[in-house]
């Protein structure tokens, strides 16, 4: 009887909760509903349902507060913290995962589709399973296949096809600046990037330059964009006639960080004649033109 009434007072003063989960690294959090008696820690493994059925995910965050966007009366309850059997069922399906990799891999060679499997995983109970792929098959490939593999695996199938970004944050690996991808590491949503970014900061065009490893612009790029916007409005437009110490002369390019402007005399004449000089952008003055 003390044991119910325990019970029963921990329930009844344990206050709700707004819970991230992901479900791969890095991946996007996803809101769920806690209270305060499960006393979960970032990193902690917990048992939730989704539209797939009962999946494990690793707990991001767990906050009282809850943003005005949440809608708190439509939030799935998280189950429970995750169980030993609990990941036992997990593992398993991390293996069985992986033979549904290969038995995917092997259809779509079979039937020529347009498509290459990227990650496959399964729900905690196995009656669902989720693949992502990227190509461009078409739909009556798609409905073929997922009967082909529903038939194999003994279970429900789901095929969604994803972009190359997502692609290079589930493949994983590191960039050109010698880091592991931001895509894998943290980054849970991909904002756009222009190429407008890349001349506002005076990166060079090359193709080598601005793509990363998934053949789209670096997501970097728009990282420091707004501090080159904010820094550039201080100096000269490139084009513009600036007077200096060594005379009148044209802006041919600019160095932003350092607050330096690149300066050809004499503005006008042959190239062979020009001379390219720095200075301190506080070291010249914009000569307006006539009206």
Same mark, same amino acid.
């Given at each position: ?24 690294? +890095? ?10 008696? *499960?006393?979960?820690?970032? /990193? ?12 494990? /995910? ?76 990227? /190509? ?60 407008? *970014? ?14 990363? *490893? ?10 420091? @964009? ?41 503005? @006008? ?11 301190? +952008? ?10």
């Amino acid at each position: 009887m003390t044991q119910q009434n325990t019970e029963h007072d921990t329930s009844a003063h344990a206050t709700p909760r707004l819970v991230g989960v992901r479900f791969q690294d +890095a991946g996007k959090p996803y809101h769920f509903l806690g209270s305060s008696a *499960m006393a979960l820690t970032v /990193g902690d493994w917990v048992v939730v349902e989704t539209i797939y059925g009962e999946q494990a /995910g690793r707990v991001a965050y767990a906050t009282g507060k809850f943003p005005d966007y949440v809608q708190r009366d439509k939030l799935k309850a998280i189950l429970r913290p995750a169980t030993g059997l609990d990941m036992a069922h997990y593992e398993l399906m991390q293996k069985r995962a992986a033979r549904l990799l290969e038995v995917a891999t092997e259809e779509i060679e079979e039937q020529n589709i347009d498509a290459k499997i990227v990650s496959t995983e399964f729900t905690l109970d196995g009656r669902s399973a989720i693949i992502l792929c990227t /190509g461009s098959p078409n739909k009556h490939d798609l409905a073929n296949l997922r009967r082909r593999l529903a038939s194999r695996m003994s279970c429900r199938v789901e095929i969604r096809t994803i972009g190359p970004r997502d692609q290079a944050k589930i493949l994983g690996g590191y960039g050109v600046c010698g880091e592991q991808r931001c895509c894998e590491r943290f980054l849970t949503e991909f904002q756009a990037v222009s190429i407008r *970014m890349a001349k506002d900061q005076a990166i060079s065009m090359a193709p080598t330059d601005i793509t990363g *490893m998934c053949g789209r612009l670096r997501c970097c790029l728009a990282y420091e @964009h707004e501090v080159y916007q904010e820094a550039s409005k201080a100096l000269p437009r490139i084009k513009a006639r600036v007077e200096t110490e060594k005379g009148l002369g044209r802006v041919i390019d600019l160095d932003i960080l350092k607050a330096e402007v690149i300066v050809e005399i004499p503005p @006008h004449g042959p190239r062979r004649d020009r001379e390219r000089f720095r200075f301190p +952008a506080d070291e010249v003055e914009v000569v307006k033109r006539k009206t």
